[in-house]
Each structure stands twice: as structure tokens, then as C-alpha cells.
């Protein structure tokens, strides 16, 4: 949607004999259109996963009781389904008030500012003033995402939202009838703008001989492919995404395990304690919580981790293990007590019992929650473009600065990489979950 280059933009152009191209994705609306894309489906993942949770029976008693399909929505199924509509909905608030590579390549370029754009402008400035000013915006950042986090609590605190019982139950299933079609049209039509174009076009430019020369099968081939492959500087990049990411994510694994066995398998008191500061750091902006780092682990305070490898692995596990944790503690949840009391009545110890019958049973929640971590750690871009030194450039750093100097298809083709990546990893980890976790 580049109002010059941008290929939807020059089809409209040629289609419909157009002087000047009819969207211009350096505006604010064109800011808000990606933000959306981007962050849907976090929503949807949160609503759907409680919609398949909820008791069909109540949207049975209502219909049996005289209620239309759209009444029964609209008075029993959106009101039980507050809370995930709620959570989705600050969710996505939150994640797109802390972005910062969407305002940057979207944004700037329209001169529209946001305040993690200004924050790193600030920090950028490398004076005192400059850290001040992006502490305040930082803070208030923080303060604002915990207000509407308790706020949300409270709401939903006062009343009673209990749905799932002892019983096992399966999704209401709504016959569409005459609207089948027109549902199935606009799927395909958010389906289409949303995944298909936009990656479609990443895909067509990272294939492309000479930019210059239209679009045809003699100018199609990998010939932008070997640079980009060939690249110490590339491949350093790649490497060191995929390296830092391991980490994190090995280390967050344990970590994960350990806090979801305090929280669910033991009466200590205060066990709940972890699992609170999990949360509030998996809620807490990622720019707030580079620039936390970068004040901490500057020297200031006697340990000096700045533009190492160390303080980007420990923003990572800030940020990402809430995922891995809420999984864990999920599948150890389901692990009933007398499972291990056996095994501990048969003489073996509280080490074997955890390697002979509690690993085993939530193997896949584990591997789950790896990858958890793993995924958003390897492409992640607003803490690491603060935190990265000269030999700790990662790959969304990379792609970010190609992008801001206008190396398009150089760009295009590391994006290509990333996707390639990110759709492995989903199909080892819906393989691992059986479709019950994705990234």
C-alpha cells in the first residue's frame, strides 16, 4: 500500500485508470489498518480458546426457552464470554500501546509519532535529559498498562462467571443456513487482505531479478536469495537470533517448570508470589522493560551486561515466559495427586517420581512451552533494537534497519526466512500440543 511502489496501489492505478494511488499506508489510519492485522489474533486466540470452554447447555436453555440464535448471543453467550472479550481487548491494547517497529516503519515515514517512537528518540539522544524524558513516557506507559490491567480485574471480580463444570462438553455448533456463504465470503476477503496480499507481495519482491524491469516469468528467480544467504553479516544476525533464543528459551523452560510446580503442586506459603511476578513482567511494555535494563545493567549499580548477550536473553524471559508458565501449570494441574502419592508409597523418591511420572505426563506442555518462549524471542524487535550491541545484532534489528534504509528486497527476503522459520516452529508446535498451542 505504498502510495508510490506499492503493488495493490499500482494494479487500482492500471485497473481503474487512476492519477494518484487511492490508499496511502503512511497515515494514521493506515498505522491503526496494520496494528489490527498484527494483533487480532491475539484476541482471537484468547475468546476462542474460552468459547470452546464454555457449557452449551446455556445456550440451549435459551433457545429452548424461545430465544433467536442472534438474542441468544447477544444475552448469553457475549455476557459469559466478558472477561475473555475484556482480556483480548486489553491484550491487544497493551501490545499495540508498546509496539514499536509497526509506529517506526509505518508511522514515521507519515511524520506520526507514538510514545515508544518518541522514547527511543529520546534514549537515541545518548544525554541526561534524554533518559529523563524516556523514563517518564516509560513509567506512565507502565502505569497506564497496570491501571487498565487491575481495573480489569476489578470489573470482572464483581460477578460470577463460572461456566465450566465437572461435565465434559463440546462447543454449541450454529448452523449458518442462508448465511453460510456470505460468512465464507468475508473470511476469504480478511483472509485474502490480511495473510495472502501482504505476504504474497513479500514473497514476489524477495523473488525478483531487477526491481527496475516489470514483473514477468524472465525476471522471477532466487538471484536476491544468494546474497542475502551469503552474507557473513546476514547470517551472523540469524544466527544470533536463533542462538539467543535458545537460550532464553532453555532457561525459561526450568524456570517455568519450577514456578508452576511452587504454584500448583505445593502449599508453601507464598508460592503464589513467582507466578505473580511472571505475570506483571509479561504485562509490562516491552520498551518499558528494556529501558528498565538499560538503567539496571548499565554499571550503575556494579554489573555492566549493556549491548551483551546476557541482558537481551534476560529481556526475553522477562517478557515471554507468562506463556510458558500458564501452560506448564495447566498440564501439571491435571496430574492427579495420587499418581505421585503411589510412587512416593512404592519407595521411590521425590526426584524419581518427577522424572518417572510428572515429566512424562506434561512432556508436550514443556516442549509447548519452549517453544513458547522461542518463537517471539527469535523475531522479536523493540527490546532488541535498544539492548543489541555491534556483535549482538539480531535478525528483527536487521530487517528493521534494511527497511528504514530502503533495501527492500533484501529486506523482503530475510522476512521470507522468518516466516519460514515461524511456520516450522508452529507445525512442530501444533504437532507437540495437538493443535492445542500456536504462535
Not at 311 to 323: D, P, S
Not at 414 to 434: D, F, R
Request: net charge neutral.
Amino acid at each position: 500500500l505504498n502510495p508510490s511502489v506499492g503493488y495493490l496501489n499500482e494494479i487500482l492505478k492500471f485497473v481503474f485508470g487512476l492519477e494518484t494511488a487511492p490508499f496511502d499506508i503512511y497515515t494514521m489510519a493506515g498505522l491503526g489498518w496494520v496494528l489490527t492485522l498484527f494483533y487480532s489474533p491475539f484476541a482471537f486466540i484468547t475468546i476462542s480458546r474460552a468459547m470452546e470452554k464454555m457449557d452449551p447447555t446455556l445456550e440451549e436453555a435459551a433457545r429452548v426457552s424461545g430465544a433467536s440464535p442472534m438474542r441468544t448471543v447477544f444475552d448469553v453467550t457475549l455476557p459469559l464470554m466478558a472477561p475473555s472479550i475484556l482480556a483480548g481487548g486489553l491484550l491487544v491494547f497493551i501490545a499495540a500501546g508498546s509496539c514499536f517497529g509497526i509506529p517506526a516503519i509505518v508511522g514515521m515515514p507519515g511524520n506520526i509519532e507514538v510514545m515508544t517512537t518518541r522514547i527511543v528518540t529520546y534514549i537515541y539522544m545518548g544525554d541526561t535529559a534524554g533518559v529523563r524524558d524516556a523514563t517518564a513516557l516509560a513509567a506512565s506507559l507502565m502505569f497506564l498498562a497496570n491501571i487498565l490491567l487491575f481495573g480489569m480485574t476489578w470489573m470482572v471480580g464483581k460477578k460470577d462467571y463460572t461456566t465450566i463444570s465437572g461435565k465434559s462438553t463440546r462447543p454449541n455448533i450454529v448452523e449458518l443456513g442462508k448465511w453460510k456463504w456470505p460468512c465464507f465470503c468475508l473470511v476469504g476477503a480478511y483472509s485474502m487482505i490480511s495473510i495472502i496480499i501482504p505476504l504474497g507481495s513479500i514473497v514476489l519482491t524477495s523473488l525478483i531479478i531487477t526491481l527496475s524491469k516489470p514483473i514477468a516469468l524472465d525476471n522471477l528467480g532466487f538471484d536476491a536469495w544468494i546474497p542475502v544467504i551469503t552474507s557473513s553479516q546476514y547470517m551472523e544476525s540469524v544466527w544470533n537470533s536463533v542462538v539467543y533464543a535458545v537460550i532464553a528459551a532453555c532457561i525459561g523452560t526450568l524456570i517455568s517448570i519450577f514456578i508452576a510446580y511452587l504454584a500448583v503442586k505445593t502449599r508453601i506459603k507464598g508460592r503464589s508470589l513467582p507466578d505473580l511476578l511472571v505475570v506483571i513482567g509479561g504485562s509490562t511494555p516491552s520498551i518499558v522493560i528494556a529501558l528498565a535494563l538499560i538503567i539496571t545493567f548499565s554499571g550503575n549499580f556494579g554489573l555492566n551486561l549493556y549491548s551483551t548477550m546476557w541482558i537481551m536473553v534476560v529481556a526475553y524471559l522477562v517478557k515471554y515466559m507468562t506463556m510458558s508458565v500458564r501452560t506448564i501449570a495447566a498440564s501439571l494441574s491435571q496430574v492427579h495427586i495420587s499418581l505421585e502419592e503411589a510412587a512416593l508409597n512404592s519407595g521411590a523418591s521425590w526426584l524419581r517420581c518427577c522424572k518417572d511420572i510428572i515429566m512424562p505426563l506434561i512432556a508436550p506442555s514443556i516442549v509447548a512451552g519452549w517453544f513458547l518462549i522461542f518463537m517471539p524471542s527469535f523475531y522479536e524487535l523493540t527490546m532488541s533494537l535498544l539492548l543489541y550491541g555491534s556483535d549482538t545484532k539480531t535478525i528483527g534489528v536487521l530487517l528493521y534497519e534494511l527497511q528504514t534504509y530502503a533495501d527492500t528486497q533484501n529486506a523482503s527476503v530475510l522476512s521470507v526466512i522468518i516466516l519460514l522459520i515461524v511456520l516450522i516452529g508452529n507445525l512442530i508446535l501444533n504437532k507437540v500440543s495437538k493443535g492445542n498451542v500456536g504462535i
